[in-house]
């Protein structure tokens, strides 16, 4: 039988000790929470014990997921990894004595190649950007200068994604004391990823050179990115203006912040740097999760084949 309140305990204690031991964000617990939840929902729902439970109920909690949620295996594989780590940390607690998921089959899916921006299109995008004839005009009584400030302040993040690598929640954090600047030219950007793990990333000259100009006046204890009254931007507010910068540049791709990143990625891989370059510079913990943009590599290798 499922116990529901020692696994609601058990849980509260993980989620406590990824957030405090761990240093994982209050974003990632919640996640794991999610999943667990999920998990325990199933198991209350098949009558299985959270304690006893062995690599064929993984398996069957895999399959519901695919087959009846109709969950994509990647999420899936995030959820089982979730409950691996779970496990693992009962039992080195001695609350069980195994990780069902170990022995589990994982569910299989097609390998994602990233969308990313091509050298033209990322012309597009920058150019619409800096355009200021486009700026609409606001029927709620915002004004041209205050629209301008906000077209600008998307420039730069976007500038800034598409010439560092960042996370969008890493660059919407921020600020101003964060950013490395030596004589009015931005040389680099401190940052917290996951895990508030640090790193550092340097910023190509030329955008440097606007950044930082851009940055000049600034109060050093100020977030970069926040609205001028003071407000943080959020991450789906950053998301809703790429895509109506992209629709006004013409460009029908299916375009994210993060694919943003992918473009730095791509233009990093195009122009010689090893992986275990990028991989310090985008702040990824495995060289196993780079390793997706040797497939970029290899679809522009057949392309270029395919020239002759």
């Known amino acids: 039988m499922f116990d529901r309140e020692l696994f609601n305990d058990a849980r509260r204690e993980f989620l406590s000790h990824l957030l405090y031991a761990k240093g994982h964000s209050k974003t990632t617990c919640y996640n794991y929470n999610s999943d667990l939840g999920i998990w325990a929902d199933w198991l209350t729902e098949a009558g299985k014990d959270w304690q006893a439970c062995r690599y064929p109920d993984v398996e069957q909690f895999a399959a519901w997921q695919l087959r009846d949620r109709k969950i994509s295996a990647h999420i899936t594989n995030r959820r089982l990894s979730a409950l691996s780590t779970f496990y693992k940390w009962l039992q080195r607690g001695g609350i069980v004595d195994h990780d069902p998921v170990a022995l589990a089959e994982r569910p299989k899916h097609p390998l994602r190649i990233p969308v990313w921006l091509e ?41 800034l994604l598409l010439n560092s690598g960042l996370r969008i929640s890493e660059a919407l954090g921020l600020k101003a004391s964060d950013v490395r600047i030596l004589d009015g030219t931005a040389k680099s950007v401190r940052v917290i990823g996951k895990g508030n793990k640090e790193r550092l990333v340097p910023l190509p000259g030329a955008f440097g050179a606007v950044f930082g100009f851009w940055l000049k006046d600034r109060n050093r204890g100020e977030a970069i990115f926040a609205k001028t009254d003071g407000q ?34 791509t233009n990093l891989l195009n122009t010689g740097a090893e992986l275990v370059d990028i991989k310090a510079l985008l702040g990824h913990e495995s060289i196993a999760t780079t390793q997706i943009y040797t497939n970029v590599g290899q679809e522009r290798m057949e392309q270029v084949v395919g020239r002759l």
């Open 119 to 159: 050298r033209e299109e990322q012309a597009q995008l920058e150019a619409t950007l800096k355009d200021r004839r486009n700026i609409p005009i606001n029927i709620f009584g915002n004004n041209k200068t205050k629209m301008t400030e906000t077209r600008r302040r998307y420039e730069m993040l976007f500038g």
């Open 232 to 265: 943080p931007v959020s991450a789906q507010a950053a998301r809703a203006y790429l895509r109506l910068m992209l629709k006004k540049a013409g460009i029908d791709k299916k375009i994210s912040p993060h694919k943003l990143r992918h473009t730095y990625a």
